[in-house]
Nanobody
Framework: QVQLVESGGGLVQAGGSLRLSCAAS????????MGWYRQGPGKQRELVAVITSGGSANYADSVKGRFTISRDNAKNTVYLQMNSLKPEDTAVYYCNARIGTAPVYNWGQGTQVTVSS
């Protein structure tokens, strides 16, 4: 079973940037897509960005133009570059592989992102 470990979160002021990393313990090459999700206080987990094995990316409207997802298959790692952060981006961020619209693995612990105004 692949384990996913997210890192790179922290406390940042509005307008700042963070780069999140998601390291997989096993190969992620067999999956078509990897996604970054987030769960804000009192909210349901939501998908924010998806990247296919070929590098095509899609984003939630709320982060489009500010976040960039990328992957390094050789390192079994997926990244999320977050720029122009807003207080509403405050959440625990998770990654997972996707088949269709369904996450594949058990969720990791995530990484906390807190954006102060």
């Amino acid at each position: 079973q692949v384990q996913l470990v997210e890192s790179g979160g922290g406390l940042v002021q509005a307008g700042g940037s963070l780069r999140l990393s998601c390291a997989a313990s096993g190969s992620i090459l067999s999956f078509n897509a990897m996604g970054w999700y987030r769960q804000g206080p009192g909210k349901q987990r939501e998908l924010v960005a998806v990247i296919t094995s070929g590098g095509s990316a899609n984003y939630a409207d709320s982060v489009k133009g500010r976040f960039t997802i990328s992957r390094d298959n050789a390192k079994n790692t997926v990244y999320l570059q977050m720029n122009s952060l807003k207080p509403e981006d405050t959440a625990v961020y998770y990654c997972n592989a996707r088949i269709g619209t369904a996450p594949v693995y058990n969720w990791g612990q995530g990484t906390q992102v807190t954006v102060s105004s």
